[in-house]
């Protein structure tokens, strides 16, 4: 599971990195507000540790955005904060678990393994976009109502990009999380893009509103309309 650590103190930042990735945990860590929000507007995690207190972006500021982007991502709230103003706030802005520092990291563990199931447990069989829909259990595609036919890596590229709706979704991304390659190579940079072009024509041929963008030197990004 991947987790992003947003947090700013350095010795905290690698405190929590070396004991998540004892308890084998994929851990990104990012220390600045800017950067965060672009690592989890662009990747995929299955939970989120963020700092309010942070250079640029607040850690608030970055909850609110990711909600607001219907980005779902399970989100626990790390912060010396321990007013009752201030956990209601977090957790009216979007968090799902708030934490005060200091704090045993055996709770900590206990805490984002309760996230992630809950997580998965709110993951539901049937993906949707405006009149495109994905039923994960029979594994079918529909666009407009009429059945659309795809590979199976066509399939999984679209599943992908629906859950990362209107999100810009890297090459580096899907290389990762769909091709399950370890780093990127030019030749599988190519095929992302034949994969994606054929994926396109078959979901937005003959439609009005297009779904399937790209963001050109970013990656690409499904949305009703332009991005």
Not at 4 to 14: G, M, P, R
Not at 124 to 143: F, G, H, I
Not at 182 to 207: C, E, G, Y
């Amino acid at each position: 599971m991947r987790i992003l650590v947003v947090e700013d103190e350095l010795k905290v930042a690698n405190a929590l990195r070396e004991g998540l990735q004892g308890e084998r945990y994929d851990v990104i860590v990012e220390r600045t507000g800017e950067s965060a929000f672009f690592r989890v507007t662009t990747e995929r995690f299955d939970a989120v540790l963020l700092d309010l207190t942070l250079p640029g972006r607040n850690g608030l500021e970055i909850l609110k955005a990711m909600r607001d982007r219907g980005i779902k991502t399970p989100v626990l709230v790390l912060t010396a904060r321990d007013s009752l103003q201030d956990r209601v706030l977090g957790l009216d802005t979007g968090a799902d678990d708030y934490m005060v520092k200091p704090f045993a990291f055996a709770e900590l563990i206990a805490r984002i393994r309760a996230l992630v199931r809950r997580g998965r447990a709110a993951d539901v069989p049937r993906l949707t976009m405006a009149d495109l829909e994905l039923d994960q259990m029979t594994r079918k595609v529909s666009r407009a109502g009429r059945p659309v036919e795809l590979t199976v890596r066509e399939f999984e590229l679209l599943e992908y990009l629906l859950r990362h709706e209107g999100q810009v979704v890297s090459r580096e991304s899907l290389a990762r999380d769909v091709w399950k390659e370890t780093s990127r190579t030019t030749p599988l940079d190519n095929v992302i893009d034949v994969h994606v072009a054929r994926l396109r024509r078959k979901i937005d041929a003959d439609q009005g509103t297009k779904l399937i963008h790209t963001v050109r030197g970013v990656g690409f990004m499904l949305h009703e309309g332009e991005p």
